[in-house]
């Protein structure tokens, strides 16, 4: 186990609808790192966080967004779904996030109807 | 950003062989790792090679930072080795997050 937990671990919604994943970085890790993996494919990065700050993003629209808190938790954000969003989410945490091991959490299934 | 090329798509082997997969990068990396996907989908960190060789049990990875190739070995194959396999790197500036390739599946047979 890597020690990243993500939450839920399921979820369905429907088109146009909002919704909110979470992620628990490993202890001591100030970097989160978010990542789309749509069926069949290698995961896509989303964004980056460290110490509450964005400092990276992938080519995501701005629908996609996120927070980072204090304990270097996570939030991804997904507003106004569409069925292309359906995948797994998956989260990663390092000690820097540029030239240290990331470690991936069990990620969250997301289904959108 | 950088592009990853992960070769060959697919491998089935018989239980007991050796495998060799193989990662070739457009641009110099900073961070190397390759991954093993298990079927629900967590990615189990295998190697963190930027450069070098590293060896774990049956596993061996080398990485030739001046070729921007990278490969995977795995002997003695067990079904449990069966799964995707991405090998995944970052350019150097700025914050790009790891860039993955499409993986390789490999199925090991009894």
């Known amino acids: 186990e890597t020690g990243v937990t993500q939450s839920p671990t399921h979820l369905i919604k429907t088109r146009g609808q909002q919704v909110t994943l979470r992620c628990s970085s490993q202890?001591?890790?100030?970097?989160v790192s978010w990542y789309q993996q749509a069926l069949g494919q290698g995961p896509q990065f989303i964004f980056q966080?460290?110490?509450?700050?964005?400092?990276g993003r992938g080519n995501f629209p701005p629908r996609f967004s996120g927070l980072q808190f204090p304990n270097y938790s996570s939030e991804l954000n997904v507003n106004a779904l569409e069925l292309d969003d359906s995948a797994l989410y998956l989260c990663?945490?390092?000690?820097?996030?540029?030239?240290?091991?990331?470690?991936f959490g069990p990620g969250t299934r997301l289904t959108v109807l | 950003g950088i592009q990853v090329e992960q070769s060959p798509p697919d491998l089935i082997l018989q239980e007991g062989a050796n495998s060799t997969l193989r990662c070739n990068f457009s641009?110099?990396?900073?961070?190397l790792q390759w991954f093993h996907q298990n079927p629900w989908g967590q990615l189990i960190n295998l190697f963190y090679?930027?450069?070098g060789t590293k060896q774990n049990g049956r596993l061996s990875a080398t990485t030739v930072a001046t070729e921007r190739y990278s490969l995977l070995y795995i002997s003695s194959s067990q079904t449990t080795d069966s799964g995707v396999y991405f090998c995944?790197?970052?350019?150097?500036?700025?914050?790009?997050?790891?860039?993955f390739g499409k993986g390789t599946h490999l199925i090991i047979q009894p």
């Open positions: 995944a790197g970052r350019g150097g500036g700025g914050a790009d997050g790891l860039t």
């Open positions: 966080y460290y110490r509450e700050e964005e400092n």
């Open positions: 202890s001591g890790h100030n970097t």
């Open positions: 641009d110099s990396v900073n961070n």
């Open positions: 990663a945490s390092s000690l820097d996030g540029y030239t240290d091991t990331q470690y």
């Open positions: 090679i930027p450069s």
